[in-house]
């Protein structure tokens, strides 16, 4: 179902060599907003800019592709020191598509992780990628995403019970 992710887990701190190799995981496209850092913030989350090292260190091809502007994307992405892609019309997969092909790995071997199923999980199943759905940081309080919450919470039930964590 293009609604499912085939992972999901409490976010991307999780994901270590061991989770890795366990999935033949060989590369990342990272949404930006809630899932390394505060949707508007210009700062990554505690622990995501070490994480990010231990990616790199693992040898890990990471891209940022994200739906929100250049002027969102750019700056946090640089800070990270992260390649990105903005305006990434996620759950079309133009953007998934250009940061796979710039990291030269297969889209079987690539996940797209997020936070959103109408986004992130839906262009990771419709490359054909492995979708990894992530719980934000921090809850929006708005009242569009809590709605996008409500409308995803009808296509898939978060069972906190399931989520794959160590």
């Known amino acids: 179902m293009i609604f499912r992710p085939k992972i999901w887990i409490k976010n991307v701190l999780e994901?270590?060599?061991?989770f890795l190799d366990k999935h033949n995981i060989k590369a990342m496209v990272l949404d930006l907003d809630n899932t390394l850092s505060m949707h508007g913030n210009p700062a990554a989350e505690?622990?995501?800019?070490?994480?990010?090292?231990?990616?790199?260190?693992?040898?890990?091809?990471?891209?940022v592709v994200s739906n929100n502007t250049n002027k969102r994307v750019k700056p946090l992405a640089e800070k990270l020191g992260l390649p990105?892609?903005?305006?990434?019309?996620?759950?079309?997969?133009?953007?998934?598509s250009r940061a796979i092909k710039q990291m030269g790995v297969s889209k079987k071997q690539t996940a797209v992780i997020g936070d959103q199923i109408f986004t992130d999980v839906m262009a990771g199943n419709f490359k054909g990628a492995i979708s990894i759905l992530v719980e934000p940081f921090h809850l929006e309080k708005t009242w569009t995403f809590r709605l996008k919450r409500k409308i995803e919470s009808l296509i898939f039930k978060r069972d906190y019970s399931k989520l794959e964590v160590k």
């Not at 994901?15 to 061991?18: F, H, L, P, T």
């Not at 990105?84 to 998934?96: D, E, I, R």
């Open 46 to 63: 505690i622990g995501v800019p070490e994480w990010l090292d231990s990616m790199r260190e693992l040898g890990i091809p990471m891209r």
């Open 15 to 18: 994901i270590d060599k061991e």
């Open 84 to 96: 990105y892609c903005a305006n990434g019309c996620k759950p079309l997969t133009f953007g998934v």
